[in-house]
């Protein structure tokens, strides 16, 4: 059963940088597509960014092209999320997730595996 963990969440200015770590055990990462989702308080779950088994493919939310990106070392068994100007409106709980049969995208239902998830809190 693969388990994912996240870290590298906190508190960061407007403007500020932090890189979200997801790391897998259980199972090697590269037969897994990951995704990087996020919940605000009283919204729904969205997709951030993903990226395919291969790393050949990667998506992200309109919100957060040119300012997040996407990264895997299969070696590590670990997934990153370099996020860069960061906005007040990026505060969420960040989850990565992953399914062996997603070949690309961000459909949140078709992700079968999932972390717990780390706050991310932007404000000044």
């Known amino acids: 059963q693969l388990q994912l963990v996240e870290s590298g969440g906190g508190l960061v200015q407007p403007g500020g940088s932090l890189r979200l770590s997801c790391v897998a055990s259980g199972n090697r990462l590269d037969y897994y597509s990951i995704g990087w989702f996020r919940q605000a308080p009283g919204k729904e779950r969205e997709g951030v960014s993903c990226i395919s088994s291969g790393g050949g493919s990667t998506t992200y939310a309109d919100s957060v092209k040119g300012r997040f990106t996407i990264s895997r070392d299969n070696a590590k068994n670990t997934v990153y999320l370099q996020m860069n100007s960061l906005k007040p409106e990026d505060t969420a709980v960040y989850y990565c997730?992953?399914?062996?049969?997603?070949?690309?995208?961000?459909?949140?239902?078709?992700?079968?595996?999932w972390g717990q998830g780390t706050q991310v809190t932007v404000s000044s």
């Open positions: 997730a992953a399914d062996p049969f997603v070949r690309d995208g961000c459909v949140l239902q078709r992700y079968s595996f």
